[in-house]
T-cell receptor
Framework: NAGVTQTPKFRVLKTGQSMTLLCAQDMNHEYMYWYRQDPGMGLRLIHYSVGEGTTAKGEVPDGYNVSRLKKQNFLLGLESAAPSQTSVYFC???????????????FGEGSRLTVL | GQQVMQIPQYQHVQEGEDFTTYCNSS?????IQWYKQRPGGHPVFLIQLVKSGEVKKQKRLTFQFGEAKKNSSLHITATQTTDVGTYFC??????????FGKGTMLLVSP
């Protein structure tokens, strides 16, 4: 099993450009998440999804959009990139957070985005 | 909103010394998880604590969940260079999403 796969792994954008990060998981997880990681800031939740066709805002959603058209895929879009969006982006997935399982997160390897 | 504070931000130890990182929540948690991220890597799940006062061990790592379910700690006995990385706690209220602490970066000198 590949687990959680993110593409691309690296990308450089100019201010105002748009792009989409793709996350794919092969574990049949219901929940998927997009985090950003900045030095000294830990992991901050951007958006998440509790199932196919659903999305919800996290802690820092501004400037990002997401879609979950298929259960295994979760897309993160930047419509007009800004330098403040320079970061490492992690996708994660988990089983439901019910009491019958741990709800642990499985992370992808990350996508490093630089906006000039 | 829910906040999870983690201290220290950074610790540098000599190999063989012990290490502890502490996690404190502003609210009572239903459970807390710990993750390790190696330099240049991605976070990897270590453990979840659910019960008040719970203590779990994984070889040299000891995890504790406070009686009030608002704080937790991770203790590493006799650190090794392979322990290098950033350790994150992440707390959950009910069935909400996890809130991560900012992490403690551990450096181990041989």
């Amino acid at each position: 099993n590949a687990g959680v796969t993110q593409t691309p792994k690296f990308r450089v954008l100019k201010t105002g450009q748009s792009m989409t990060l793709l996350c794919a998981q092969d574990m049949n997880h219901e929940y998927m998440y997009w985090y950003r990681q900045d030095p000294g800031m830990g992991l901050r939740l951007i958006h998440y999804s509790v199932g196919e066709g659903t999305t919800a805002k996290g802690e820092v959603p501004d400037g990002y959009n997401v879609s979950r058209l298929k259960k295994q895929n979760f897309l993160l879009g930047l419509e007009s990139a800004a330098p403040s969006q320079t970061s490492v982006y992690f996708c994660a997935s988990s089983y439901s957070t019910g009491t019958m399982n741990t709800g642990e997160l499985f992370f992808g390897e990350g996508s490093r985005l630089t906006v000039l | 909103g829910q906040q999870v504070m983690q201290i220290p931000q950074y610790q540098h130890v000599q190999e063989g010394e012990d290490f502890t990182t502490y996690c404190n929540s502003s609210t009572t948690l239903s459970n807390i998880q710990w993750y390790k991220q190696r330099p240049g890597g991605h976070p990897v799940f270590l453990i979840q604590l659910v019960k008040s006062g719970e203590v779990k061990k994984q070889k040299r790592l000891t995890f504790q969940f406070g009686e009030a379910k608002k704080n937790s700690s991770l203790h590493i006995t006799a650190t090794q260079t392979t322990d290098v990385g950033t350790y994150f706690c992440a707390g959950r209220r009910g069935y909400s999403t996890l809130t991560f602490g900012k992490g403690t970066m551990l450096l181990v000198s041989p």
